[in-house]
């Protein structure tokens, strides 16, 4: 059993930047895939970018270039660094504990951390 925490959430101006956090508790992320999701109002829940046991990455075409990924070994802690914020960012954003080799849908996860508010003023 894992515990995600995240954290860092908050309301940051267009362009700004904001780094998320997503603690583990109870264990090692280990051999865990993870990812992050957002969802924002009235809408699905959208992959933004998994990090396999191996620290490769992939992200969806919409954050690439300004979000990243990674993680804190020793500190058992995962980040989403989000740069050149847009409104279009706005959300809740979630991050999941799965499979070694990560994924893209949210099926694929079986922990999911609380959720953190992000929002981006225009």
């Known amino acids: 059993q894992i515990q995600l925490v995240e954290s860092g959430g908050g309301l940051v101006q267009t362009g700004g930047s904001l780094r998320l956090s997503c603690a583990a508790i109870?264990?090692?992320?280990?051999?865990?895939?993870l990812a992050w999701f957002r969802q924002a109002p009235g809408k699905e829940r959208e992959f933004i970018g998994t990090l396999t046991w191996s620290d490769n990455t992939q992200y969806a075409d919409s954050v690439k270039g300004r979000f990243t990924i990674f993680k804190d070994s020793a500190k058992n802690i995962m980040y989403l660094q989000m740069n050149s914020l847009k409104p279009e960012d706005t959300a809740v954003y979630y991050c999941?504990?799965?499979?070694?080799?990560?994924?893209?849908?949210?099926?694929?996860?079986?922990?999911w951390g609380q959720g953190t508010q992000v929002t981006v003023a225009s």
């Open positions: 999941a504990a799965g499979p070694s080799l990560g994924g893209t849908t949210w099926e694929t996860f079986y922990y």
């Open positions: 109870g264990r090692p992320f280990d051999y865990f895939g």
